[in-house]
C-alpha cells in the first residue's frame, strides 16, 4: 500500500479537470463567434431536437469556505422574483434561435444554493420552460440542495413537477471540520431530508464528499463514512478539495498548513473507497461511486457514461443549454459562457441579448482530441491518435505510456490499453499526455488544481 501511495503522490501536479476539451484556460476567445456557436445549436437541432438544460442559481444565505463555485452570499430573498425573470428570458430567448421546438431530456438546477429560492419560483422557472415543450421519454430533472435551506415544502413541490433525483451537499460530518468550512450541518437534518425526498417519489439520491479539506483527518473521514452508511444514497461524488485561494477568497479564511498532507489525503480517499466498497458500492471513473443498480454503474459498465461541466453524467445529449449567470453551454463541443457576475448577465437579459461573454469554436484537432480524452475518462481505455498528432507530440505520449507501464497505471488487455486500479485513480494523469494545448504552451502558475 505504502507502493501505490507513493505512485499517488510521484503523480499528484496541477492538472485539468476535462469536465471539456479545451479546458476553460485554453480557448480561443478571440476569435470566438457567438453567432457561429449558435449556428452549431441549430443544425444539431435540425437533425435531433433532444436538449439538455443547465440553469446556475447563484443565491446563498451563507458562505461555505472552500467553494470554488459562482456565488452570491445574501439573505435578502427580494432578488429571486428578477432572477428567475431573466433566466426565462434568457430561454425565450433561445427558444428563437431554434429551428424546432426543443425534447427537452435533463433538467439540472444547480448553483449556488437553488433552494435559496422559494418553492414557488422555482415552480415558476420550471413550469416557465417546460410549458409546451415536449419532455422525452426518459427525461430526469435533478437538484442540488442544502438540507439547511431546503423544507417539505420544496421537496413537494419538486416532486409535482417531476423532479426525481436530488443531490444533497455534505462534504464532512465532522463538526471541526463543518466549523472551519462555514457549513455547519448535522446528520439529522440531511437524514430527514433524504428520507422525505424518497417518500415523495424520489428514487436517486445522491450526495457530495469532499476529502483533504482543512482540519480534516482519517477519523473524520471514518465518522463520516459511518454516517454514510446509514443514508446509503444510490451515488456518491467524491471530491479531492481543490486549493485554489487566488480564485475564491474565501479560501484565505485557512492556510495550507491546516490542510492534510498529500499523503493523508490519498489516506482518505482510500480509506473511504474501501469502505464504500463494503457497503457495496462501485467505484465510477475516478471519484464517483454508484450502487450496482443504479444506472450511472450500467453508464460504467457498458461503456455510455459521459462527461460534462457538471461532472460525471448519464445524460448523452450533445446539446447542453446554460441558463442562468455563469452558465456554460455546450453544442457539440462548441462552448459559450455567460457573463458571470450577476448584474452584467441582467443587464444584458434587460438589452433583449443573450448574455453570452465569451466561448470556444472546436477544430477537428480539437474534436479528436476530445474524443480520446473522454474515452480515457469514461472508459479508462487509451488508444493514440497517431497520425494526427506531431511526432514531437507522439514521442512524448509514448514516454509517458512507458512510464505509466513501468508505475502499473495502465496495463495491456486484450492487446488494448487499460487503466488499472491505481491509474483509475489518475485519470486526469492520463488524459493530460493527448492534450495539445497543454503540450505545447504548459502550465501557468495558479491554472488548475492539484490532481488528486
Not at 460504467?300 to 460534462?308: A, E, I, V
Amino acid at each position: 500500500m505504502s507502493l501505490f501511495i507513493d505512485t499517488i503522490i510521484k503523480y499528484e501536479r496541477p492538472l485539468p479537470r476535462y469536465t471539456s476539451y479545451p479546458t476553460v484556460p485554453f480557448w480561443d476567445v478571440e476569435h470566438f463567434d457567438a453567432e457561429k456557436a449558435l449556428g452549431m445549436l441549430k443544425r444539431s437541432m435540425l437533425t435531433k431536437p433532444d436538449v439538455s438544460i443547465y440553469i446556475h442559481l447563484p443565491y446563498c444565505e451563507s458562505l461555505c469556505t472552500f467553494c470554488g463555485c459562482n456565488r452570491r452570499i445574501t439573505k435578502n430573498h427580494a432578488v429571486e422574483q428578477p432572477y428567475i425573470d431573466a433566466v426565462l428570458e434568457e430561454w425565450r430567448l433561445y427558444l428563437l434561435k431554434m429551428p424546432q421546438p426543443p425534447v427537452i431530456t435533463h433538467i439540472h438546477l444547480g448553483g449556488g444554493t437553488p433552494t435559496f429560492f422559494s418553492p414557488s419560483e422555482l415552480k415558476r422557472l420550471i413550469d416557465g420552460i417546460v410549458r409546451r415543450h415536449k419532455l422525452s421519454p426518459n427525461y430526469e430533472f435533478s437538484i442540488e440542495v442544502h438540507p439547511n435551506t431546503c423544507t417539505y415544502e420544496h421537496i413537494d413541490v419538486l416532486s409535482d413537477l417531476g423532479f426525481r433525483r436530488i443531490s444533497v451537499g455534505i462534504q464532512d460530518f465532522d463538526p471541526r471540520v463543518q466549523f472551519i468550512i462555514n457549513r455547519n450541518q448535522t446528520f439529522e437534518k440531511t437524514q430527514d431530508i433524504i428520507e422525505y425526498a424518497r417518500s415523495k417519489g424520489f428514487t436517486g439520491v445522491n450526495v457530495d464528499l469532499v476529502y483533504g479539506l482543512p482540519m480534516q483527518t482519517l477519523d473524520s473521514v471514518a465518522l463520516t463514512m459511518d454516517k454514510i452508511a446509514k443514508l446509503k444514497p444510490d451515488r456518491i461524488a467524491y471530491y479531492a478539495y481543490a486549493h485554489v485561494p487566488w480564485k475564491s477568497k474565501a479560501q484565505r479564511r485557512y492556510t495550507e498548513a491546516d490542510l492534510p498532507s498529500a499523503r493523508e489525503k490519498i489516506q482518505m480517499f482510500l480509506l473511504a473507497r474501501d469502505r464504500l466498497q463494503q457497503l457495496g458500492y462501485e467505484q465510477i471513473a475516478m471519484d464517483h461511486f454508484a450502487l450496482p443498480n443504479d444506472s450511472m454503474t450500467k453508464a460504467w459498465r457498458d461503456q455510455s457514461l459521459h462527461r460534462n461541466f457538471m461532472g460525471y453524467t448519464t445524460d448523452l445529449t450533445p446539446l447542453l443549454i446554460g441558463l442562468g449567470a455563469s452558465s456554460i453551454s455546450d453544442f457539440n463541443g462548441n462552448y459559450t459562457q455567460n457573463y458571470k457576475e450577476v448584474e452584467k448577465y441582467l443587464d444584458e437579459i434587460k438589452a433583449g441579448k443573450l448574455p453570452i461573454e465569451r466561448g470556444h469554436l472546436s477544430s477537428e484537432m480539437d474534436n479528436l482530441i476530445r474524443a480520446h480524452i473522454m474515452q480515457v475518462m469514461c472508459e479508462g481505455k487509451v488508444k493514440i491518435p497517431a497520425n494526427a498528432l506531431s511526432g514531437e507530440h507522439f514521442e512524448f505520449i509514448d514516454s509517458q505510456i512507458k512510464q505509466f507501464l513501468t508505475d502499473g497505471i495502465l496495463t495491456w488487455e486484450n492487446e488494448s490499453l487499460q487503466v488499472t486500479e491505481l491509474g483509475q485513480i489518475l485519470l486526469r494523469n492520463v488524459a493530460s499526455i493527448f492534450d495539445t494545448y497543454l503540450f505545447y504552451r504548459g502550465l501557468t502558475e495558479k491554472m488548475f488544481s492539484k490532481s488528486v
